[in-house]
């Protein structure tokens, strides 16, 4: 098997300044998010840390004292105060529910969709249970999982199929299909 060599992406080759990974808690957005800024050559920014960052306390701590509803509105503002360039979004999994922050990262570059199974996602969430999920007394997981699953096929420029790689094969199926998308949005004319 031969491996393909990536040198970091030019600025022509990409249409916009960021590239967005969504999906569940556990789908592996922030390990994903590593490899692929190392093979752009970009910066990582985790918005869940970001969000820590503003308040100074885990993620969890923050959802217990606000609740769903109030979290997924601070979540929001902090998305669309982000301006960057050349840099990977790893979001929370909660990011689809407000419009705005849905909306504020289309404008930054493509959203790519790690689609991860549900029982994946329920066994890597239990061994990080104090990750921070932004969960509704009485919600399960699983409720979880089949309501935003319509909210990042909506969302998302591409899915990818992040259940069964290795997160570098994930992170190069994300550039290539950035890679594809720019020369599609910017054709080369030959003589």
């Given at each position: 098997m031969?491996?393909?060599?990536?040198?970091?992406?030019?600025?022509s080759e990409c249409r916009q300044s960021c590239i967005t990974l969504i999906g569940m808690a556990g789908a592996g957005k922030s390990t994903v998010g590593r490899q692929l800024a190392r093979l752009l050559d970009?910066?990582?920014?985790?918005?869940?840390?970001?969000?820590?960052?503003v308040y100074g306390v885990s993620l969890q701590d923050?959802?217990?004292?606000l609740g769903k509803e109030a979290f997924l509105d601070v979540e929001a503002t902090v998305i669309c105060a982000i301006r960057a360039h050349r840099v990977v979004l790893a979001t929370g999994g909660s990011v689809v529910y407000r419009e705005s922050a849905m909306a504020h990262l289309r404008s930054l570059g493509p959203i790519v969709y790690l689609d991860v199974p549900l029982p994946v996602i329920l066994e890597r969430i239990a061994r990080n249970p104090l990750r921070g999920l932004?969960?509704?007394?009485?919600?399960?997981?699983?409720?979880?999982f089949r309501e935003r699953e319509a909210l990042y096929a909506r969302y998302a420029d591409c899915a990818i199929d992040a259940g069964k790689i290795l997160p570098e094969?994930?992170?190069?199926?994300?550039?290539?299909?950035?890679?594809?998308?720019?020369?599609?949005?910017?054709?080369?004319?030959?003589?």
């Open positions: 031969r491996l393909m060599a990536f040198s970091p992406i030019s600025p970009w910066k990582l920014v985790d918005t869940d840390q970001l969000i820590e960052s923050i959802t217990d004292r932004a969960i509704a007394p009485g919600q399960s997981v699983e409720d979880l094969a994930c992170a190069k199926a994300v550039l290539e299909y950035v890679r594809a998308d720019a020369i599609a949005a910017h054709p080369r004319h030959t003589a």
